[in-house]
C-alpha cells in the first residue's frame, strides 16, 4: 500500500526556520492533493495546510503567514516550509494524499487524507 514519506525534521531554535519535506517512493504525487498535519504531544492531529494538484494553497489560521506549502513534481516533492518557528510548533509532522486532481483544498479536514507517511518530529527549543 502507498505511504507517503516525510522527511526534514530537526531540533530548531525559537525563530528559526525549516523546511520538510513529503514524497512518494515510486508513485507519481502529480494528480493528487497534498495535506501537512502535525501532532503535539497528548494533542490530537491538526491540520496545517494542503496543496492542491495545479498548486492552490489553504492553510490553517493558526501558521498562515508563517508556513508555505509548495510542490515540485519534477521532483515529485511536496514541501512545507516553516518560519518564525515557536515552541508551539513543536510536534511530529505528516503529510496525507487526496488522489485527485480536481481537490482544491477549500477545507483539508484529516479525514479526507489517506496514505499517511511515518511523520517526522520537529523541536522547537533553545
Known amino acids: 500500500q502507498l505511504q507517503l514519506v516525510e522527511s526534514g525534521g530537526d531540533l530548531v531554535q525559537p525563530g528559526g526556520s525549516l523546511t520538510l519535506s513529503c514524497t512518494a517512493p515510486?508513485?507519481?504525487?502529480?494528480?493528487?492533493?497534498i495535506g501537512w498535519f502535525r501532532q503535539a504531544p497528548g494533542k490530537g492531529r491538526e491540520a496545517i495546510s494542503c496543496?492542491?494538484?495545479?498548486?492552490?494553497?489553504n492553510y490553517a489560521d493558526s501558521v498562515k503567514g508563517r508556513f508555505a506549502t509548495s510542490r515540485d513534481n519534477a521532483k515529485n516533492m511536496v514541501y512545507l516550509q516553516l518560519n518564525s518557528l515557536t515552541s508551539e510548533d513543536t510536534a511530529v509532522y505528516y503529510c496525507?494524499?487526496?488522489?485527485?486532481?480536481?481537490?482544491?483544498?477549500?477545507?483539508?479536514?484529516?479525514?479526507?487524507?489517506?496514505?499517511w507517511g511515518q511523520g517526522t518530529q520537529v523541536t522547537v527549543s533553545s
Open positions: 515510486g508513485f507519481a504525487l502529480t494528480n493528487s492533493a
Open positions: 496525507g494524499r487526496i488522489p485527485t486532481s480536481g481537490y482544491f483544498c477549500t477545507s483539508f479536514q484529516q479525514s479526507l487524507f489517506n496514505n
Open positions: 496543496i492542491s494538484a495545479n498548486g492552490v494553497t
